[in-house]
């Protein structure tokens, strides 16, 4: 990825060279994905947080982890 030299940018404009105009279903895609992580990321801090483990969580909870490849 190229630096801008510091530039102000439209943010906007970069997402939709990026992932396509807004209601597109790529960009709809990307934001999707985009909540996915985060949330994810939200849920890993506040469990790290807890000082509890993936199999802890998933007790408590009362499902099940599941291994995934990445």
Sequence with gaps: ????????VDFDAVLDAKFGM???KERMRAEE???SFYSGKIL??????AKMTQAELAEKVQTKV?????
């Excluded at 990825?1 to 102000?8: F, L, V």
């Excluded at 890993?44 to 947080?49: E, G, H, I, T, V």
């Excluded at 599941?66 to 990445?70: E, L, P, Q, R």
């Design 1 to 8: 990825m190229k630096t801008n030299n510091h530039k102000i």
């Design 22 to 24: 807004e209601g597109t």
């Design 33 to 35: 994905n985009a909540y």
């Design 44 to 49: 890993q801090n506040a469990r790290k947080d």
């Design 66 to 70: 599941v291994k995934t490849v990445c």
